[in-house]
């Protein structure tokens, strides 16, 4: 991952929401990178902040958000030359304008409720394109037939002019995808967009973005608390916990050699059919009430490795290499030596053999 | 669309159907009514015989009172304007009501909608609420409250409107009792389009028509305001009948010769040919509205019309 | 975050790298779970309106049961000597104010008269005091308004309860049996939704002489079908999820399972709808008696107030005022209160 092809910079972002209970404080201080033609993960329980860093990026935060402080520095391509934007500084509108749809595109989660119900599929295909771009009306539709086309669903002429209700969930989270790609965009941001299909139904989607990427040479994000899906699509992993992340690597040094206790916990807690465990492992507790901050390390409450300094001073990453960091005290070297918990030792030496094989 | 329109049609005609029968029967009930009334002379009662077959069985009288009324003629009054022909009586009535609820609703509708949209869009600042407050007091606040003080304010004080309906200046007659009148449906309108544009506003579908760059009036008016339309326009049916209702209360105050101030002297002098017909012509319209906003929710709403079922299932 | 390889700038303490142990984890601690009731009325307690509603609402009520008994006159009680009269109170109208002249608009110009001076001369009056004034018949109208308040009240309340009953039954036998008794019930309920509330009111006025009876009855006919339609949805919506299934399995009986299971997941909602609809009966009784459909004289209530002092509207402005505040004040009250109910009851959580 040469450093001239990062596309999108995320620094210290800071963000909270401020509600009629008191201010909750949803993202402290979060650094992400893209390169260009990357897969990038981030993993997460829900709470976690995964989805509020990427509406920040696409500038579509809820009305009460307040960003503390922070960049997002994203690069793209115009007439020929590179220009690099804080994303955080622009205005909606331009917001609007120059990034949405065009250079950065999302795709939601719940197909069932995040099409207009009162457009045809097709209006809603080229609305993007009729916004951002200078073509006509019919230039258009016929663009969005090869998009159908493109992301599989048969008999695109006549889709056009179908209603979302008219489809199925699977259906639909196609033309999702069809949407989001209307324009070409550079990245594409998948807010765990297989969450509400079926399992066979996922599998497919999946197939699909990674075939898009392929051919169109985009940049994905996605968002996910599956790790399943992590292991199927990502290059780079992320690992966020209560507004940061706590762990950051390639896809084998974050599932071969995890550093992070709830990177632990996460990876220990994927069903498999071939452990001995008596008990479903899962992490004790629930995600932290963000509107609470407590001092030190947000894990610590749930975390049977935690260190008296947890309590006090939040860790910051530590480097394993120079791709892979994480952010615990565990890894000073003052720290006790502690190891992953034996089951999750071997679990990962099966990974590895299956992987060989 | 169109098998949408037809069953919606039928079945609005069979409720008038069977309102008609209701009516109809009730009239058989009804002493002094043409039917039972004893005291009839010969040649009356031979009149009544002929037109309305009461020498026949009561399901052949049904239908020439059906046929009767078909072909408009709506039988005499008995105790208003004795042997008057109603329909003479709605003749000047009916037009004055009508274009007095026309006012309102187009005024209470359009003046509501800005007023929630408004609300909506600026959500949480001033305007938000001034306007919910507007919209409470319209609600709570009956019609002939607000009319008695307007009637007092503009007419007796100021003397800015006449305080009776004359019929030589009908535009300036109505001003005020179009506006007491259409309090309530601006208010109703407003308070449904701001929860309904409030409830819009958060949905997924509006993230993702941001996600793709869509912003301002193209926003609010393509994507919030045509999904919020949908439940928008189901207030409508029960706004017309307020105004019904309303309307019986600001004709008394101003006045106005129209079918409201009729019904309540005929419910007063028990004409009971007059009752039974203004509560057909009521109902009629209330059920002809109905009709045309669920043709309406077809035309906003594809998943109605593309469906086999109608919205109120 | 940034990595750091070097602590040199923070100070660790001794036993900074020591394992706090399993057993010192702390778990569940963040969300306090609150019942729901305690938590709707921390919400209702919250909304200024709401709460200003019900506290007007209470002092109405008071002054509706209280008012008549600390006056000296009875509702029916005439003096034709003493018609017309201005408000007048001890007390305040020392101030000024409610002393009992009232100015009226003639053809020559605007006069201050005073129907409680005895003495020309000196501007003496009398000793009676009628605190909102008297009527056209000499009747006191502070006694009456609260009177008719009792009745406005009262007529309110009966017919929105046995509305609650009858509708909520209604809707929840429909929805819970489903099928062709669900279409037959349906259908005719929306047979006689078609039919506007007027005619029904208007047709019942005709085979029922006007009273008080026949505008309850009226109200109650027409009242039910929304209360049944929330019923229903919220039965439609419940039947299929696993508590009911868990206690037919248990062998609970069609009947035990509408009434002791559903509803009270349902009461909420009833609860707010029941308060919508009480300004709605109040308008409806008040509007009947005003086109004089309503409660015969003597007896009074606040539409049948607000009808005879409409007659003297031009003349005596001040004798429609006070029936006309209270119901309007009681209207919107009510209003709000359900609004505020409606709130806490239901919220919609706009942030997070």
Not at chain 2, 31 to 51: H, I, M, T
Not at chain 2, 82 to 106: C, D, F, H, W, Y
């Amino acid at each position: 991952m040469q450093k001239d092809n990062l596309i999108l910079s995320i620094r210290n972002l800071d963000i909270s929401f401020q509600t009629n209970a008191g201010a909750v404080h949803a993202i402290r201080g979060v650094d992400l990178d893209l390169h260009r033609g990357e897969t990038v993960a981030i993993v997460g329980e829900s709470g976690s902040g995964k989805s509020v860093s990427m509406k920040a990026v696409m500038g579509i935060l809820d009305k009460n958000s307040v960003v503390n402080h922070g960049e997002i520095l994203f690069t793209y391509q115009e007439n020929g030359t590179s220009k690099t934007v804080d994303i955080l500084k622009m205005d909606r509108k331009t917001i609007r304008h120059t990034i949405n749809g065009r250079h950065i595109a999302m795709v939601f989660q719940d197909p069932m409720t995040s099409l207009d119900p009162t457009m045809s599929v097709g209006k809603q295909i080229i609305e993007g394109m009729m916004l951002h771009e200078h073509i006509g009306r019919r230039e258009a539709l016929e663009r969005a037939v090869s998009l159908l086309d493109m992301v599989g669903i048969p008999e695109p002429e006549k889709r056009i002019k179908n209603y979302p209700h008219q489809l199925s969930g699977g259906m639909r989270q196609r033309v999702v995808i069809a949407i989001a790609l209307a324009c070409d965009p550079d990245v594409l941001i998948c807010d765990e967009p297989t969450t509400a299909l079926d399992v066979t139904i996922q599998a497919k989607i999946l197939e699909l973005i990674k075939k898009i990427q392929a051919d169109m040479g985009i940049s994905v994000i996605y968002i996910t608390h599956d790790l399943g899906v992590v292991a199927k699509v990502a290059d780079y992993v992320n690992v966020m916990y209560a507004g940061n992340i706590v762990e950051k690597g390639m896809i084998d040094e974050i599932f071969y050699d995890p550093r992070h206790p709830y990177t632990w916990g996460l990876l220990s807690a994927m069903p498999d059919l071939d452990t001995n465990d008596e008990r479903l492992y899962a992490i004790p507790g629930s995600p932290p009430n963000l509107m609470h901050e407590r001092p030190g390390d947000a894990f610590a409450p749930r975390n049977i490795y935690a260190l008296n300094i947890d309590d006090r001073l939040m860790p910051p990453m530590f480097r394993v290499t120079d791709t892979h960091y994480a952010a615990t005290w565990l890894l000073h070297e003052n720290a006790p030596k502690v190891e992953m918990p034996p089951e999750l030792k071997e679990r990962i030496l099966r990974m590895k053999k299956e992987a060989e094989r | 669309m169109r098998r949408y329109i037809i069953k919606r049609l039928l079945i609005s005609i069979g409720t008038i159907f069977v309102v008609i029968l209701l009516l109809f029967i009730l009239l058989q009930l009804m002493p002094g009514s043409p039917f039972n009334d004893e005291k009839l002379n010969v040649d009356q009662r031979a009149a009544l015989y002929e037109k309305y077959g009461l020498d026949q069985p009561l399901i052949i009288q049904f239908f020439k009172y059906v046929g009767n009324m078909l072909r408009g003629d709506f039988g005499v009054s008995y105790t208003i304007s004795k042997n008057t022909p109603i329909t003479q009586l709605l003749q000047t009535r009916l037009p004055i009501s009508l274009s007095i609820g026309g006012e309102a609703v187009l005024l209470g509708a359009v003046i509501g909608l800005i007023l929630g949209i408004v609300a909506a869009i600026w959500h949480g600042t001033v305007w938000d609420t001034i306007a919910t407050i507007v919209s409470v007091i319209g609600v709570s606040v009956p019609s002939y409250v607000f009319a008695l003080a307007l009637a007092y304010v503009f007419g007796y004080q100021l003397n800015w409107f006449p305080l009776l309906y004359d019929m030589k200046i009908p535009l300036q007659s109505s001003v005020l009792p179009s506006i007491a009148l259409c309090m309530f449906t601006i208010a109703s309108i407003a308070r449904f389009t701001r929860s309904e544009m409030l409830e819009v506003l958060g949905s997924d579908y509006i993230l993702l028509a941001e996600s793709k760059g869509v912003y301002g009036p193209k926003l609010i008016v393509r994507h919030v305001l045509r999904n919020a339309l949908i439940p928008i326009v189901t207030v409508l049916a029960p706004l017309i009948v307020g105004l019904m209702t309303g309307s019986l209360v600001v004709e008394k105050i101003f006045s106005i010769p129209g079918i409201g101030s009729l019904l309540v002297t005929a419910i007063q002098s028990n004409d009971y040919n007059v009752v039974i017909v203004l509560s057909f012509i009521y109902s009629a319209m209330y059920i002809g509205i109905m009709l045309v906003v669920d043709i309406l929710y077809g035309v906003i709403d594809p998943r109605i019309r593309l469906s086999k079922e109608g919205p109120h299932d | 975050m940034t990595d750091i390889q070097n602590n040199a700038d923070i100070s660790f303490l001794p036993g900074d790298f020591e394992l706090k142990g399993a057993e010192n984890t702390k778990l569940d601690m963040n969300f306090a779970s609150q019942r729901f009731w305690k938590e709707a009325a921390m919400r209702f307690r919250k909304n200024k309106g709401a709460v200003f509603s019900l506290i007007t609402i209470l002092l109405v009520i008071l002054l509706a049961i209280f008012g008549p008994m600390i006056s000296p006159y009875t509702y029916q009680q005439q003096n034709i000597k003493q018609t017309n009269w201005a408000p007048r109170v001890q007390g305040l109208e020392n101030l000024g104010i409610f002393d009992g002249s009232e100015s009226l608009k003639t053809s020559t110009g605007t006069k201050l008269k005073n129907a409680y001076v005895v003495d020309k001369e000196t501007g003496a009056k009398n000793d009676t005091y009628y605190w909102f004034g008297s009527d056209a018949l000499g009747r006191d109208i502070w006694t009456r308004t609260w009177t008719g308040t009792r009745v406005s009240l009262y007529i309110a309340v009966v017919a929105v309860l046995i509305d609650m009953l009858i509708g909520m039954s209604y809707g929840l036998i429909s929805g819970y049996f489903g099928g062709r008794v669900d279409s037959v019930l349906q259908r005719f309920a929306e047979i006689i939704n078609s039919i506007p509330t007027l005619v029904i009111v208007t047709l019942l006025m005709l085979i029922m002489k006007p009273g008080l009876m026949t505008i309850t009855i009226a109200l109650m006919l027409t009242g039910w079908i929304g209360m049944s339609r929330i019923a229903r949805a919220q039965m439609l919506k419940l039947k299929e999820q696993e508590f009911v299934l868990a206690s037919h399995t248990l062998g609970a009986s069609n009947f035990r399972v509408i009434f002791s299971e559903i509803l009270p997941n349902i009461i909420g909602q009833l609860i707010t709808n029941t308060m919508f609809s009480i300004p709605n009966a109040i308008f409806t009784e008040a509007f009947l008696s005003f086109v004089g459909l309503g409660i015969p004289e003597p007896m009074c209530s606040l539409g049948s107030l607000i009808s005879y002092a409409f007659k003297s509207f031009t003349t005596h402005p001040f004798q429609i005022v006070p029936p006309v505040i209270v119901l309007a004040l009681l209207m919107l009250c009510f209003n709000m209160l359900a609004d505020g109910l409606r709130d806490a009851l239901d919220p919609k959580m706009k942030e997070m």
